[in-house]
């Protein structure tokens, strides 16, 4: 029979460490807010709602001030930029350093009045070169009548560059005015009406130009002399042309023959006289008219003491 052995007292169980007792704090129940009235409850909708109104009216109210606040401030007074400001005075700065005007050189002013053209210009010596606008002095040269275009160009420390292109003079108009002064203008190749030039010293300078009459000659002129030019054996005859009716043109040579030209096909007929010129020194004979106005025909009436020697050529210069 097993032998009983008394066996290992059992080693008794870990107790965990007691925890401190939680101390349960009693949370206070907020007391219930008080219920609002139906009227309040509407009156704050009714605030919510109006709010953006109310920001959008004020806006208004501000933007009106401020546009009757600027009406009233003084014309006179400037608005100057910031920039505009910056410049002026980076301008007035290198005034000082010696970037003044000292000296105005002018190009290509052949007809137009100095004078006309330093007012035009505006600048004072001694002003500060980079404080000048260049397009605005462009811009009142340009309004001068004898100048077509110009350009205003800084040559530092102190130089204006203006060159100016004049406009050419196409022809010389009789106007028929009483006024001694407009007379006779000078016109471009558009008909306009040179201002500021004097007629005389432009025919003594290009002695090419034609004289021209009649109260639509200018607006017809081009055609005419680009006709003639066409026929250089006729141009070198013509001294002046006159226009008739508003339809046709008269030539008078310079030897005081008169030309008729016809209303249609004048630059044919203009053609015919250069053969003619050429074959028999039609238009240096002593001839009083020479009307082309007929077709088919070309009717010459002789001065009466050269009724002879014309008569002998008129068969031949009779057929066109």
Same mark, same amino acid.
């Given at each position: 029979?097993?032998?009983?052995?008394?066996?290992?007292?059992?080693?008794?169980?870990?107790?965990?460490?007691?925890?401190?007792?939680?101390?349960?704090?009693?949370?206070?129940?907020?007391?219930?807010?008080?219920r609002l009235t139906a009227r309040?409850?509407?009156?704050?909708?009714?605030?919510?709602?109006?709010?953006?109104?109310?920001?959008?009216?004020?806006?208004?109210?501000?933007?009106?001030?401020?546009?009757?606040?600027?009406?009233?401030?003084?014309?006179? @007074?400037?608005?100057?930029?910031?920039?505009?400001? @910056?410049?002026?005075?980076?301008?007035?700065?290198?005034?000082?350093?010696?970037?003044?005007?000292?000296?105005?050189?002018?190009?290509?002013?052949?007809t137009t009045k100095p004078a006309?053209?330093?007012?035009?210009?505006?600048?004072?010596?001694?002003?500060?070169?980079?404080?000048?606008?260049?397009?605005?002095?462009?811009?009142?040269?340009?309004?001068?009548?004898?100048?077509?275009?110009?350009?205003?160009?800084?040559?530092?420390?102190?130089?204006?560059?203006?060159?100016?292109?004049?406009?050419?003079?196409?022809?010389?108009?009789?106007?028929?005015?009483?006024?001694?002064?407009?007379?006779?203008?000078?016109?471009?190749?558009?008909?306009?009406?040179?201002?500021?030039?004097?007629?005389?010293?432009?025919?003594?300078?290009?002695?090419?130009?034609?004289?021209?009459?009649?109260?639509?000659?200018?607006?017809?002129?081009?055609?005419?002399?680009?006709?003639?030019?066409?026929?250089?054996?006729?141009?070198?005859?013509?001294?002046?042309?006159?226009?008739?009716?508003?339809?046709?043109?008269?030539?008078?040579?310079?030897?005081?023959?008169?030309?008729?030209?016809?209303?249609?096909?004048?630059?044919?007929?203009?053609?015919?006289?250069?053969?003619?010129?050429?074959?028999?020194?039609?238009?240096?004979?002593?001839?009083?008219?020479?009307?082309?106005?007929?077709?088919?025909?070309?009717?010459?009436?002789?001065?009466?003491?050269?009724?002879?020697?014309?008569?002998?050529?008129?068969?031949?210069?009779?057929?066109?």
């Open positions: 029979m097993p032998r009983l052995t008394a066996s290992k007292p059992m080693a008794r169980a870990a107790v965990p460490a007691r925890l401190p007792p939680v101390r349960r704090t009693a949370k206070k129940l907020a007391a219930p807010p008080d309040a409850l509407f009156f704050r909708r009714v605030r919510k709602s109006l709010r953006p109104g109310l920001w959008v009216c004020a806006g208004l109210v501000v933007l009106g001030l401020g546009s009757e606040l600027f009406r009233s401030l003084p014309a006179m @007074v400037p608005v100057v930029s910031p920039v505009g400001s @910056v410049r002026h005075g980076l301008a007035a700065l290198a005034g000082y350093a010696g970037f003044r005007v000292t000296d105005i050189e002018i190009n290509g002013a052949a006309a053209i330093e007012a035009a210009i505006g600048v004072p010596k001694g002003a500060a070169i980079f404080g000048l606008s260049l397009a605005a002095i462009q811009a009142r040269l340009e309004q001068l009548g004898p100048v077509q275009t110009a350009t205003v160009a800084r040559a530092l420390p102190g130089t204006l560059i203006i060159t100016i292109a004049e406009r050419n003079g196409f022809a010389i108009w009789q106007t028929g005015s009483a006024d001694p002064a407009k007379q006779f203008v000078l016109i471009d190749p558009a008909g306009n009406v040179i201002a500021d030039q004097d007629a005389a010293a432009a025919k003594r300078r290009d002695p090419s130009l034609l004289l021209l009459a009649g109260a639509d000659a200018p607006q017809n002129a081009k055609t005419l002399i680009d006709e003639l030019k066409a026929a250089p054996i006729v141009l070198a005859h013509v001294a002046a042309a006159e226009r008739v009716d508003g339809l046709r043109w008269n030539l008078i040579l310079k030897n005081d023959t008169l030309v008729k030209l016809p209303a249609d096909g004048a630059q044919k007929l203009i053609e015919k006289l250069a053969s003619l010129q050429t074959s028999m020194a039609l238009l240096d004979r002593p001839v009083e008219v020479i009307d082309l106005r007929f077709a088919g025909r070309m009717v010459i009436r002789p001065y009466p003491a050269a009724v002879a020697p014309v008569a002998a050529a008129k068969p031949d210069a009779g057929h066109t």
